[in-house]
């Protein structure tokens, strides 16, 4: 299966707009002028880790129904290896670096947060971090200075260990299959928002845990890419033109006026992304939109540009403060990511991508 166009860039523009979310979270946390109240602004993080989500739902679901498709059935084992080969480098690094060398590093010291302060829960957190359940630590323990982003990391992990089962053995009845899973997801949370779930053990904690869990926008990512895959009649309707264009408008609007959609906040800009996701791979008057030499990259190396942004937020905050100036934010923060990135992309996460090849089962 040929690489498919215009995402690298999309990948980036997700990961700016979380990294764009931090610097202005990060200026208020250290009593610095700063844009946080903007709708926009307070939006924007969290939306552009559920197009990362929509993202893995789609192209992980593309790519397993290929594999059905060419193999006769997935490989559950190369599968997983792949995911491993990805995500842990680099997962495991960031565990390490924010539990045992940050916290003592004092550029890094991060304003009303205290890494030994919960110095008994470490323990216990360390092994959910150490685990696939970084985002059960934060819901329990709360933050850990520059190790938070990686509870979306645990949400994908655990999508993972679902999603190829439910396309290999529900192959025909997957549209039916995902829509239950959104549908029960509301269900639970909405139950646990209930005086009912009083009555549940850590209930408080369960629904912390579960509202970040967003297993629907990964569900709806899913669901479009079987209608791509599928040929769905509904896909000639999405790949038109003008309702293209009329969607990528309407989601730019309601991004910078900070539109909410109070429970179903991020269904609705899932199936939004989703839209343009599905036409921006497979529609092929749309191949080249957004392919350019500069985002590809950019996007190729998101995933460390998502890990190592919170600390050269910091760095270059600490430096605007010693120089006394504030434009410099910006440009410092987006450098050092991007070189932090590069070098990780080249030297570290590249020796293990070169394993993953030999696991592609199409």
């Not at 899932?270 to 990259?297: D, H, P, Q």
């Not at 460390?304 to 410099?328: C, E, K, P, Q």
Request: one cysteine or more; proline letters at 3%.
């Amino acid at each position: 299966m040929k690489k498919i166009p215009n995402l690298d860039t999309l990948r980036f523009i997700a990961a700016s707009l979380v990294i764009i979310h931090h610097v202005e979270l990060y200026k208020q946390s250290f009593s610095i002028e700063n844009y946080f109240h903007i709708p926009f602004i307070k939006v924007i993080g969290k939306l552009g880790v559920v197009l990362f989500f929509v993202l893995s739902g789609f192209l992980i679901t593309t790519l397993l129904l290929n594999e059905k498709e060419k193999k006769g059935e997935i490989s559950f084992k190369k599968f997983y290896i792949r995911r491993i080969l990805r995500i842990w480098p680099v997962y495991y690094l960031i565990i390490f670096l924010g539990f045992f060398v940050f916290p003592h590093i004092p550029l890094l010291k991060f304003p009303g947060q205290s890494f030994h302060e919960g110095i008994e829960t470490i323990p216990m957190n360390f092994l959910l971090y150490l685990t696939i359940f970084a985002n059960v630590g934060w819901a329990i323990f709360g933050n850990i200075p520059y190790t938070t982003q990686t509870w979306s990391l645990a949400t994908e992990e655990q999508f993972y260990l679902i999603w190829p089962f439910i396309v290999n053995y529900f192959n025909k009845a997957l549209l039916l299959v995902m829509l239950f899973v959104i549908l029960f997801y509301h269900g639970a949370l909405y139950f646990l928002w209930t005086e009912y779930a009083n009555y549940i053990p850590y209930h408080t904690y369960l629904s912390r845990f579960l509202y970040a869990f967003n297993v629907n926008c990964m569900a709806i990512g899913g669901i479009f890419a079987v209608l791509v895959y599928q040929r769905n009649k509904v896909v000639d309707f999405i790949f038109n033109r003008v309702f293209f264009w009329s969607v990528v408008i309407i989601t730019i609007m309601f991004l910078l006026y900070g539109k909410y959609f109070g429970n179903y906040q991020y269904d609705v800009y899932s199936v939004l992304f989703g839209i343009i996701i599905a036409n921006l791979a497979f529609n092929k008057k749309l191949e080249t939109v957004m392919e350019n030499r500069i985002t590809n990259y950019l996007g190729s190396i998101s995933y460390g540009l998502y890990m190592f942004h919170a600390v050269a937020v910091v760095i270059a905050i600490r430096v605007s403060i010693y120089f006394n100036t504030d434009w410099i934010i910006y440009p410092l923060t987006f450098l050092l990511t991007i070189l932090v990135s590069h070098l990780s992309y080249k030297y570290f996460e590249g020796y293990f991508l070169r394993f993953k090849i030999k696991f592609n089962n199409i």
